[in-house]
T-cell receptor
Framework: GQQVMQIPQYQHVQEGEDFTTYCNSS?????IQWYKQRPGGHPVFLIQ?????EVKKQKRLTFQFGEAKKNSSLHITATQTTDVGTYFC?????????????FGRGTQLTVWP | EAGVTQFPSHSVIEKGQTVTLRCDPI?????LYWYRRVMGKEIKFLLH????????ESGMPNNRFLAERTGGTYSTLKVQPAELEDSGVYFC???????????FGPGTRLTVL
């Protein structure tokens, strides 16, 4: 069945370093969403990418959607301690299961001050 | 605007017992989803309601799980009888449309002993 792979599972960086997490789907997606979950919290929506090759920026965060709409990445420039948490990608398909999100396993980011 | 709420926040039960989880979505959101995260694994889809109808229940693990959404407002997820492997965090989410961001509740942490 549908799978969304996400790497790395863990990333430890020093404050100020960059961070990237990668997501790859076994099938072509309708769109991909990114969520952040702080320790002890719940997933919070960050952004949605819909178009092939789309790139979106939110301050220090850059999100990309691949040309084939099967992969995506999130890059954080100059990490801060407030960036700590688990970052999930989640894809949606076309068709009757459109609402369903297929989550990657998440990348747990730790930032040392 | 109130967010998605879930009750209880924690539940500890013994194998073979019954537990009912409740979710109140954001007012006006027709789409309601249930997800589950087992320790260390990805967040997995359980089912999707559109108003009171089950749009997609392909993620329900077996017939010990029963979800309802009477009147298209709040939803309940009953596990009967509970098994050890049912332990995890159960998230509810709601959205305005199938393809828009999903707002997650704080989750119910279920522990089956």
């Amino acid at each position: 069945g549908q799978q969304v792979m996400q790497i790395p599972q863990y990333q430890h960086v020093q404050e100020g370093e960059d961070f990237t997490t990668y997501c790859n789907s076994s099938t072509t997606l309708s769109n991909i969403q990114w969520y952040k979950q702080r320790p002890g919290g719940h997933p919070v929506f960050l952004i949605q990418l819909v178009k092939s090759g789309e790139v979106k920026k939110q301050k220090r965060l850059t999100f990309q959607f691949g040309e084939a709409k099967k992969n995506s990445s999130l890059h954080i420039t100059a990490t801060q301690t407030t960036d700590v948490g688990t970052y999930f990608c989640a894809g949606q398909n076309r068709g009757s299961t459109l609402g369903r999100l297929y989550f990657g396993r998440g990348t747990q980011l730790t930032v040392w001050p | 605007e109130a967010g998605v709420t879930q009750f209880p926040s924690h539940s500890v039960i013994e194998k073979g017992q019954t537990v009912t989880l409740r979710c109140d979505p954001i007012s006006g959101h027709d789409n309601l989803y249930w997800y589950r995260r087992v320790m260390g694994k990805e967040i997995k889809f359980l089912l999707h309601f559109v108003k009171e109808s089950k749009q997609d229940e392909s993620g329900m693990p077996n017939n010990r799980f029963l979800a309802e959404r009477t009147g298209g407002t709040y939803s309940t997820l009953k596990v009967q009888p509970a098994e050890l492997e049912d332990s995890g965090v159960y998230f509810c989410a709601s959205s305005q449309a199938w393809t828009t961001e999903q707002f997650f509740g704080p989750g119910t942490r279920l522990t089956v002993l």
